[in-house]
């Protein structure tokens, strides 16, 4: 469960530094697009050490040093780490796969993607502003705000009449 709510995390934050990546493109601002491609190929690094320290301490043995070589070497099997292939699992486990395969559709979603970098510049938006920022309608935004709050990704909060 940990592994998968870190897997989902690091997704989600590659998308939304994507979409910055995007943006500052478009508005040609050159150091936010070095800033963002710093953190991707910072996080990456981190990540596969600590992935490297995690296997060796699972297996037992020490990992091969890593390389674009090796890792195509292995190749891809089918068999392993496949959403696709629920009946191995057991029940909970098959029941927990399906959980994250339905957050990973929820958050393939461009609006959605939208909505969660606007809120990851400015946490505490009332819809109105929210759908001003991204341009879209009010109603439209409730209803992809829904779509997130019921999945777990965002929780809501009422403050008079706005939420």
């Known amino acids: 469960m940990i592994t998968a709510g870190l897997g989902l995390a690091g997704i989600a934050g590659v998308a939304i530094v994507g ?5 500052n493109v478009d508005v040609g601002n050159w150091g936010a697009v070095a800033y963002d491609v710093g953190t991707i190929l910072g996080g990456a690094a981190v990540g596969g050490a600590a992935g490297r320290a995690v296997a060796e301490g699972v297996n037992g043995v ?3 040093p890593w390389s674009i070589p090796s890792d195509w070497a292995q190749g891809y099997d089918p068999n392993l780490g ?3 292939r629920l ?3 057991s029940e909970a486990d098959a029941d927990e796969a399906r959980q994250l395969e339905g957050t990973f559709k929820m958050l393939a979603n461009a609006t959605r993607l939208r909505l969660l970098h606007a809120l990851v510049c400015k946490p505490e938006m ?3 502003d929210l759908a001003q920022a991204i341009g879209m309608k009010p109603q439209a935004v409730s209803n992809q705000l829904q779509c997130l709050v019921e999945r ?3 929780g809501a909060r009422r403050n008079g009449r706005t939420r």
């Open 126 to 128: 009332c819809v109105t």
């Open 152 to 154: 777990g990704i965002l």
């Open 19 to 23: 979409l910055d990546i995007r943006n």
């Open 62 to 64: 020490p990992s091969p």
């Open 87 to 89: 009946e191995s699992l």
């Open 82 to 84: 496949s959403i696709a």
